[in-house]
């Protein structure tokens, strides 16, 4: 398995505002994903971000709203942009730790108002 | 494509008596299966996986979940619910094959009644 944290744990915005959400994981892994999990509903994945080449963003993300680092194997980023109350959301972060099954962060529970 | 279909959002059982949550999937190539659990204000915890092999397989906390290739469903029991079984559940697939894409389900909230 994976340990994974996530920083912040959570946080209020302001409207029009941007946050970035670290996540780090305490061994190198090739995959990194990013979901969001809006109040009462299950996961929706955003990105999936793998070391050294650009973030593949799922149908209805893109990345000036959802941008995405990936540096190294043991840390990513997300940025949320320009944020409005409809970003109101769990947003969390896993890894793939080449077992063919995805461990997941705490989540970071973001409120915008 | 795959997807995975939860049976009922919301689950009401006494404390002692049998947890089952439904869980029927899509998939067109064999799937790997998981069951997670997110208690309040936690991310996701697996609590077990099917990939190969055995159809019955163990999890963590007394659950266990059996895959049905003939009925595409991979329900998750536990033979005797405790308070703190109270939590969402998510039964997720993916292709087989590291990094594939998960796809979730809706969820299952479970209540547990003392």
């Known amino acids: 398995s994976a340990v994974i944290s996530q920083k912040p744990s959570r946080d209020i915005c302001q409207r029009g505002t941007s946050l970035t959400i670290q996540c780090q994981v305490d061994?190198?892994?090739?995959?990194m994903f990013w979901y969001r999990q809006q109040p009462g509903q299950s996961l929706t994945l955003i990105a999936t971000?793998?070391?050294?080449?650009?973030?593949?963003?799922e149908s209805g993300f893109v990345i000036d709203k959802f941008p995405i680092s990936r540096p190294n194997l043991t840390f990513s980023t997300l940025t949320v942009s320009n944020m409005s109350p409809e970003d109101s959301s769990i947003y969390l972060c896993?890894?793939?730790?080449?077992?063919?099954?995805?461990?997941f962060g705490p989540g970071t529970r973001l409120t915008v108002l | 494509a795959q997807s995975v279909t939860q049976l009922g959002s919301h689950v009401s059982v006494s404390e002692g008596a049998l947890v089952l949550l439904r869980c029927n999937y899509s998939?067109?190539?064999?799937?790997?299966l998981f069951w997670y659990v997110q208690y309040p204000n936690q991310g996701l915890q697996l609590l077990l996986k099917?990939?190969?092999?055995?159809?019955l397989v163990k999890g963590i906390n007394g659950f266990e979940a059996e895959f049905k290739k003939s009925e595409t469903s991979f329900h998750l029991t536990k033979p005797s619910a405790h308070m703190s079984d109270a939590a969402e559940y998510f039964c997720?697939?993916?292709?087989?094959?590291?990094?594939?894409?998960?796809?979730f389900g809706t969820g299952t909230s479970l209540t547990v009644i003392p």
């Open positions: 099917y990939t190969t092999g055995a159809t």
């Open positions: 896993s890894v793939d730790a080449s077992t063919d099954t995805q461990y």
């Open positions: 997720a697939v993916s292709d087989s094959g590291t990094g594939n894409q998960f796809y």
């Open positions: 971000a793998n070391q050294g080449s650009e973030a593949t963003y």
């Open positions: 061994s190198q892994v090739t995959m």
């Open positions: 998939s067109s190539v064999p799937p790997y």
